[in-house]
């Protein structure tokens, strides 16, 4: 018996919940567009059997094993890599009864939800994830991975996943893109530039990586000019493998817009690793400036994902590394921030600058307004701890009526777990239903244009934003 209520997510009131229905019903199976997301292109180049069912929802997904370390869960009893070489477990059946004893957990969270989609649209599998049932869930979902038809590529097509983007580091290789390319497989799968390692004074070994930038572009990097012409000839690299976009996970919003000779000068410091705090900052908002720059060149949409305190603990950090649940919102100026960008180059239409947040509070105050007058200026979706039905439509009620639909970037997944992106896109699509539906219940928007809009948040918004509609 299905345990997911085909009403979920929907208005309370009849009519209300009617239109819902009828607005989802045009939207629920349309292609994924999934333009921004961790996944790890490798599983697309060999296209080899998911290993378990542990690795393949428990050990990459941080929305999970966060929850769970909060009450007392381990990383390292499921089976979370650490970064400093320690043990954990490596038997996935242990990692998944340690899993669905402490599912109950997450009751009520997106995650759950997730997870709930998946184990029941993808693996037929609707019995309660308990401890009782741990067993016979795993040699379910293992009987499934271990049949083609669940193999990468074919979940994929599956999904109706038309594009697929991954983040890559600046220092990437793109070998698993290459391979992809190279296949006979038609799947739209592209790369991202992620050049944080490299434009960041604060990563660990950042003059490294500077160092191996120059390396791999033949650019000496020993000067500012080639410095920024490294970046380019990495960005036209990853553009020939059919990259859209570019994406910054910068601690603040802070952009500058310095003179050449002060840029330089600053570099200079900064390579040299004399730069103090606060000119590490300018440093990182001087190349945020930098890459809009580039994008006028060479087309990249910039995504920029600023306002979380990454890494909070020095503890995890240093066992088990970066991207460990462990980013925290923060308070984030975006007005200040941005004007030195927006101010050189915000009104060109050329330019395109998706700008996510994790902190609510600037959604109607900051976002909405700057996006609702600057042409090069999106608003990305609700993001991490807010991509939840009550996130996904604080978002769309504190938007709308200063930056309207159409400053918007449709939804992205966002996600390191690759059977959630189906399940993540199903609530935006019903949530956004929801909310129009409501819109039209109460007078405020004609049926005939929500089941427009509807379309568009769900596919066109997200394809238009990232250029893929030129594809």
């Not at 094993?65 to 038997?91: H, I, K, N, Y």
């Not at 609707?126 to 040699?139: E, H, I, K, N, R």
């Not at 960041?200 to 791999?216: I, K, Q, S, T, Y």
């Not at 649940?325 to 941005?338: E, Q």
């Amino acid at each position: 018996m299905p345990r997911l209520d085909p009403d979920r997510l929907f208005p309370l009131e009849a009519r209300a919940r009617d239109l819902a229905r009828a607005l989802y019903g045009a939207v629920a199976d349309l292609p994924i567009v999934s333009p921004h997301g961790h996944c790890d292109p490798a599983w697309f180049a060999g296209n080899d059997r998911f290993p378990d069912p542990a690795r393949l929802f428990v050990t990459p997904d941080h929305y999970v094993f966060r929850m769970l370390f909060s009450q007392g869960v381990p990383f390292d009893a499921l089976g979370v890599p650490r970064a400093d070489g320690g043990a954990v477990e490596t038997d996935g059946r242990a990692i998944w009864r340690v899993f669905a004893a402490n599912y109950h957990l997450l009751r009520a969270t997106p995650p759950a939800m997730w997870i709930d989609h998946a184990l029941e649209h993808v693996f037929g599998w609707t019995p309660p994830l308990v401890a009782a049932t741990a067993d016979a869930c795993y040699d379910h979902l293992s009987d499934c991975l271990a049949q083609d038809g669940f193999r990468p590529r074919a979940l994929f097509d599956r999904f109706g996943v038309e594009t697929l983007a991954t983040t890559d580091s600046a220092l990437d290789p793109l070998e698993a893109h290459a391979a992809i390319r190279a296949s006979d497989w038609g799947g739209h799968v592209i790369p991202t530039y992620r050049p944080d390692a490299v434009v960041d004074p604060d990563h660990e070994g950042f003059a490294r990586n500077v160092d191996a930038l120059g390396a791999m572009t033949g650019e000496d990097v020993s000067s500012w000019r080639s410095y920024l012409a490294a970046h380019r000839a990495r960005r036209a690299e990853f553009v020939a493998m059919g990259a859209r976009a570019s994406d910054h996970g910068h601690p603040t919003a802070r952009t500058e817009d310095l003179p050449e000779a002060e840029a330089a000068a600053l570099y200079d410091r900064v390579r040299a690793g004399q730069a103090s705090a606060k000119e590490a900052e300018t440093f990182r908002g001087q190349m945020l400036t930098e890459m809009a720059r580039m994008s006028l060149e060479d087309g990249l949409v910039m995504q920029i994902h600023a306002g979380a305190a990454r890494n909070h603990s020095a503890a995890m950090l240093a066992s088990h590394g970066r991207d460990m649940g462990f980013d925290i919102p923060t308070r984030t100026d975006y007005v200040t921030a941005l004007r030195p960008l927006l101010s050189a180059h915000g009104t060109d239409p050329r330019l395109r600058v998706i700008v996510f947040t994790l902190d609510e509070t600037a959604y109607s105050r900051e976002l909405a307004p700057l996006a609702g007058v600057y042409p090069a200026l999106l608003l990305g979706p609700a993001w991490w701890f807010f991509d939840s039905p009550e996130g996904m439509r604080r978002y769309r009620e504190a938007v709308t009526e200063t930056a309207g639909f159409y400053n918007t970037a449709g939804f992205n997944d966002d996600t390191r777990a690759f059977c959630s992106i189906p399940a993540r896109h199903d609530v935006a699509r019903r949530v956004d239903c929801a909310y129009l539906a409501t819109l039209v219940a109460t007078g405020r928007l004609a049926e005939a244009d929500a089941h427009e809009v509807a379309q568009d948040l769900a596919y066109n918004l997200a394809k238009r934003a990232y250029r893929l509609d030129r594809a």
